[in-house]
């Protein structure tokens, strides 16, 4: 699956237009905030919301920000992936 990224924002759609995944990661005091992710019923347990933390990981740490997750899975992922907490903010 391929991703398109904006500024705080990290998704993918289908032909159509449809939105199939996405995570938000608006900044707040230099913190990029992961307050949303979502995939679309027709492809969870594909571990598509783990491609999305790890595209928003490899984001933050090119870019040199940190993050702050809120929403349940960013909080989960962190917990399950030690290597990556040096992007805690």
């Known amino acids: 699956m391929e991703f398109c990224k904006e500024p705080g924002r990290i998704f ?3 032909e159509t237009g449809k939105l199939l995944a996405e995570v938000t990661f608006p900044e707040q ?24 933390l790890r595209a928003v990981a490899d984001t933050l740490r090119q870019d040199g920000r940190k993050a702050k997750p809120t929403c349940s899975y960013a909080i ?14």
């Open 12 to 14: 993918a759609t289908d």
């Open 29 to 52: 005091e230099d913190i990029a905030v992961i307050n949303h992710t979502f995939v679309d019923g027709s492809l969870r347990g594909q571990g598509v919301a783990g491609q999305l």
């Open 76 to 89: 989960h992922w962190f917990e399950t992936h030690p290597e990556e907490q040096d992007l805690l903010g």
